[in-house]
């Protein structure tokens, strides 16, 4: 004679449920088979009710799916270094200069921002002079185009 293993009984079976604060499409779906099935046959369940339930539903659904795709796309632009950067561009920058074959500092240089672009997420700005640096090797930032006096002599009215 065979033994039948006793964790096939669904009474051995643990069952547990979290309830959820929301009802997505599935468990409306579930709720809807389960009301279909256990309807009173000489009074069904009214037909445009269902529709309108399953209209409401559809309905839901897309404007969670269009708000889920809103965030997913406003994080990728917040996370774009060129986006964040782009401000930059037109801005005169003072940096750290330093001799490509010795890594000896040099003096400070101040060169326009002509372009933003970005290597394994970090920001690189392209300057007129044809160098390129790293966002964060930045140390001054000036309007290009302001034409501020520097003394109170350069002020004529």
């Known amino acids: 004679m065979t033994s039948i293993d006793p964790s096939l009984y669904l009474s ?4 547990t449920r979290e309830p959820s604060p929301t009802l997505d499409k599935d468990g409306f779906l579930k709720i809807l088979m389960t009301q279909l099935q256990n309807q009173d046959p ?3 369940m009214d ?4 529709v309108e339930q399953m209209a409401t539903l559809t309905s839901l659904e897309q404007i969670t799916n269009i708000a889920s795709t809103i965030d997913n796309f406003v994080q990728s632009q917040l996370m774009s270094p060129v986006i964040e950067y ?5 801005k005169e920058v003072s940096y750290q200069a330093y001799d490509k074959e010795t ?3 040099l003096e400070v240089t101040t060169s326009k921002v002509v372009a933003v672009t970005q290597s394994e997420g970090w920001a690189i700005l392209k300057l007129k002079n044809g160098e390129e640096i790293y966002a964060d090797a930045i140390l ?3 309007d290009a185009n302001s034409d501020t ?3 109170d002599e350069d002020v004529r009215e």
């Open 42 to 44: 000489t009074a069904p």
């Open 149 to 151: 006096p520097n003394s």
């Open 12 to 15: 051995n079976q643990r069952t």
């Open 103 to 105: 890594g000896e500092e």
């Open 140 to 142: 001054e930032v000036s």
């Open 47 to 50: 037909d445009k009710a269902m």
């Open 86 to 90: 782009s401000h930059m561009i037109g």
